[in-house]
């Protein structure tokens, strides 16, 4: 009992928080409304259908008066008609009111999801709530649709129950108590079609992952040439079986259910009729009022068991409407407001004992680091894979927060400062960049509207001029194509000058490289590193490598190694002490000696 009782606390909280999400939104009061208005309007417009057909028929095996007659039959064929013509016009502002609300609830999840912290979406776990509570979001206008099923069916029901209980009150326990043996089976069977689901999805996904690189023009060259087709087809036609298997377990698994249902209305059925009769032949009821009773017990049986379907309904929708309650419920570790922070001439930026790793990890990825970044200062930081380099850009650009030490700007702790307004201080390109599907212009600008000659410019000075003049739209032309069939796929190279001039064209206060020339050959790199020095003379930037052709570029250059600062200093002070950062730059110096060497040769 007790369990039913917590169970029915969270379905009516679950449909609560559904109503609530609706109810925000522009149209949502109208929409809920009009849903139920409607639904109460269907209930009571069947109720001709069924009492009149009987009517008539005793009127015409009694006094045959014309009028009367007239009267019934016009409201038996004017209900109908009326019914259908409001429920076109309701429909059709219904709809557009769904639309309108669905599109606000997707743009409602994705305005938080892109709000949450880095830190807290990076998490595995999260991105895996965020997948659930995106499907979920369908279910918040499914609950609204159950609740409105549920007044219509309770609103039958009440109405029905006056006609039938006058037949017989225990014909209303009968049929409550076949309802009641029909849903349980119902109840059972959708938990058990619900664990189906959830393995459906989970071979879906395992399907789509194989037919995505079967398909994708990504895999195509290397699937050619390493001749692994019979291998992924292999393992696409395999998780396809699975799949397929399921989807039959999941047909078969309302086959119980299916026969309940045909037994009790059997039951019902065969003991109304007898019933009915007897009442027709030994207490001399009219033929009409047979009909009546008929008709109302059927539709006081069915709309007892459409409220329980719809409580079922709005009970299943529980699970999927608790997990988008949870994710939305995600509170920012970051404070959002705060001092407006300025970053001119004279400004620090500090990191003070600061310590950090990374969720569900043991080891520490930056561990009592303490360093100093000043205005109008490049600062080069370099060191070997997994030093920590590309964490300390993300603590400084307020991506994570430290687990120990402090960040101050100014000699304030950054958490003080406005969150969006530290955030755009800076004008960063990552080696993992992102090249978007729009137009080129849109790739480098990100904004509307736009300064022309600044974009002008920064595409100069990237050297973007000649890609753009080589296309028919220029700016205007689609990256990538599938949108535009007449789209471009740039090199990697045009695709770091995109990146790079993106970060120029928004001109922040400190530019953050953070080893977006990884892919290119060193000599490549150092030409992009001198063409952007030359383009940033003013600012203060942090550029993080693990290969050296930019150090000489740098005011001062810091050597991580195991999360902390090894070494610091200039270029020749550094080179100077014969330490990790002599050992290093010699070793690289040698490849970059044979590469000359060999390119004299050619």
């Not at 032949?281 to 059927?298: D, E, R």
């Not at 942090?542 to 810091?558: C, F, K, N």
């Amino acid at each position: 009992m007790k369990a039913e009782n917590k169970k029915f606390k969270s379905t009516l909280s679950t449909a609560k928080y559904a109503l609530s999400l609706v109810w925000q939104e522009k149209y949502g009061k109208t929409y809920i409304a009009l849903k139920m208005l409607i639904a109460i309007f269907n209930a009571v417009t069947p109720m001709a259908g069924i009492v009149l057909p009987g009517l008539i028929i005793n009127e015409l095996s009694g006094n045959r008066d014309f009028e009367v007659l007239g009267l019934y039959v016009a409201v038996l064929l004017a209900v109908p008609l009326l019914g259908s013509a409001v429920n076109l016009a309701a429909n059709k502002v219904l709809k557009k009111y769904f639309l309108d609300i669905n599109t606000a609830l997707d743009k409602r999840f994705n305005d938080f999801h892109l709000s949450m912290d880095y830190e807290t979406v990076e998490n595995p776990d999260i991105r895996v709530k965020a997948e659930r509570a995106n499907r979920a979001l369908q279910s918040v206008l499914q609950v609204v649709d159950r609740l409105s099923q549920l007044v219509l069916a309770v609103v039958n029901l009440i109405l029905i129950s006056s006609i039938v209980a006058t037949l017989n009150p225990m014909i209303i326990l009968l049929i409550v108590l076949l309802i009641l043996i029909n849903s349980r089976a119902t109840r059972r069977t959708n938990i058990r079609k619900h664990a189906i689901s959830e393995k459906i999805d989970e071979a879906l996904y395992e399907e789509g992952t194989y037919s995505y690189q079967l398909g994708n023009i990504t895999f195509a060259k290397e699937i050619r040439l390493f001749q692994i087709q019979d291998l992924l087809v292999g393992q696409y036609i395999k998780c396809k079986k699975k799949h397929d298997a399921l989807e039959c377990k999941y047909d078969l698994a309302g086959n119980g259910q299916k026969l309940i249902q045909a037994a009790t209305s059997f039951v019902q059925q065969a003991i109304l009729y007898l019933y009915l009769v007897y009442r027709v032949i030994a207490k001399g009821m009219a033929v009409g009022s047979l009909t009546i009773y008929l008709s109302a017990a059927g539709k006081f049986s069915s709309s007892l068991k459409s409220v329980f379907d719809s409580y079922n309904g709005i009970v299943d929708q529980n699970q999927k409407i608790r997990q988008l309650r949870e994710y939305l419920s995600i509170q920012p570790k970051w404070r959002r407001e705060g001092l407006t922070p300025v970053f001119d001439q004279y400004s620090v930026i500090e990191f003070k004992n600061v310590s950090f790793r990374y969720p569900g990890s043991e080891k520490f990825a930056l561990q009592n680091l303490n360093l100093t970044i000043r205005a109008n200062e490049r600062l080069c930081i370099v060191g070997e894979n997994g030093s920590g380099k590309s964490t300390f850009t993300k603590l400084l650009m307020r991506l994570y927060e430290p687990a120990s030490g402090e960040i101050l700007l100014n000699g304030v702790n950054v958490k003080e400062y406005d969150y969006a307004q530290y955030q755009r201080m800076f004008a960063p390109v990552f080696q993992d960049f992102a090249i978007y599907v729009m137009p080129l212009k849109d790739n480098i600008v990100m904004s509307e509207p736009y300064d022309e000659a600044r974009l002008q410019k920064v595409c100069e000075e990237n050297q973007l001029k000649p890609l753009i003049a080589s296309l028919d739209k220029g700016l205007n032309t689609s990256i990538e194509k599938w949108l535009d069939p007449h789209g471009v796929d740039p090199s990697g190279g045009e695709r770091q000058k995109i990146a790079i001039a993106r970060a120029c064209y928004h001109d922040g206060d400190i530019f953050v490289l953070d080893e977006p020339t990884a892919a290119l050959d060193p000599l490549v790199e150092y030409e992009m590193y001198s063409q952007f020095h030359r383009m940033i003379t003013d600012k203060c930037a942090v550029l993080i490598t693990h290969r050296l052709s930019a150090v000489q570029l740098a005011d001062r250059v810091a050597v991580f190694q195991d999360g902390a600062v090894a070494e610091y200093g200039t270029h020749t002070e550094l080179y100077a002490k014969g330490g990790i950062y002599t050992e290093m730059f010699d070793k690289q110096s040698e490849f970059y000696v044979k590469a000359k060497e060999d390119a004299a040769k050619q």
